[in-house]
T-cell receptor, first 116, second 113 residues
Framework: AQTVTQSQPEMSVQEAETVTLSCTYDTSESDYYLFWYKQPPSRQMILVIRQEAYKQQNATENRFSVNFQKAAKSFSLKISDSQLGDAAMYFC?????????????FGQGTILTVHP | EPEVTQTPSHQVTQMGQEVILRCVPI?????FYWYRQILGQKVEFLVSFYNNEISEKSEIFDDQFSVERPDGSNFTLKIRSTKLEDSAMYFC???????????FGSGTRLTVV
């Protein structure tokens, strides 16, 4: 079974600054995918970024990038030029490969506050 | 952009009553899921559904729960004889290829009183 741990219950950042959210995971799988989801106050889960474990290159999506350290089983999210709209709960999630419909295993979440 | 639609957004029910939570997945998606999030806790997998049958279910998904795709568009989660501890946010999701990430609905907040 997989576990996902987010050790930061809360983080805060000033608008326009950079913040990094941490995530570690434990798995015996060799083929897997990692995701960051954003959950704003509306409660909808929004996919932020995705990383394939077989790719060494870190994924980036505009102001969002990840630092994927496979050996350390670490998958952190960096948000650059933070905006007020980035304020939300952020969840790290793991998906084992091998099927098209596997279940996501989520971390506990990190609440991000953005100060103007 | 295509959306996963869930109704109702909030439902209050008496303990012991049956509830049906409804979802309309994205039309060309093949895989469907239910997750739940008890307030302040992590999001937990309940069940995945493909080709009109359950692909995988969690320990949470016991005989109290059932899923159905009654027509070509709806995907429902039925909870029989609700308990107080069933109070949670229930998310429906769908995917075409799960490794690209799922599309989640906005959730149904279920309150059991």
């Amino acid at each position: 079974a997989q576990t996902v741990t987010q050790s930061q219950p809360e983080m805060s950042v000033q608008e326009a600054e950079t913040v990094t959210l941490s995530c570690t995971y434990d798995t015996s799988e060799s083929d897997y995918y990692l995701f960051w989801y954003k959950q704003p106050p509306s409660r909808q889960m929004i996919l932020v970024i995705r990383q394939e474990a077989y790719k060494q290159q870190n994924a980036t999506e505009n102001r969002f990038s990840v630092n994927f350290q496979k050996a350390a089983k670490s998958f952190s999210l960096k948000i650059s030029d933070s905006q007020l709209g980035d304020a939300a709960m952020y969840f790290c999630a793991f998906l084992a490969g091998g099927t098209s419909y596997g279940k996501l295993t989520f971390g506990q979440g990190t609440i991000l506050t953005v100060h103007p | 952009e295509p959306e996963v639609t869930q109704t109702p957004s909030h439902q209050v029910t008496q303990m012991g009553q049956e509830v049906i939570l409804r979802c309309v997945p994205i039309s060309n998606h093949l895989y469907f899921y239910w997750y739940r999030q008890i307030l302040g806790q992590k999001v937990e997998f309940l069940v995945s559904f493909y080709n009109n049958e359950i692909s995988e279910k969690s320990e949470i998904f016991d005989d109290q729960f059932s899923v159905e795709r009654p027509d070509g568009s709806n995907f429902t989660l039925k909870i029989r004889s609700t308990k107080l501890e069933d109070s949670a946010m229930y998310f429906c999701a769908s995917s075409n290829e799960g490794t690209y990430g799922y599309t989640f609905g906005s959730g149904t907040r279920l309150t059991v009183v």
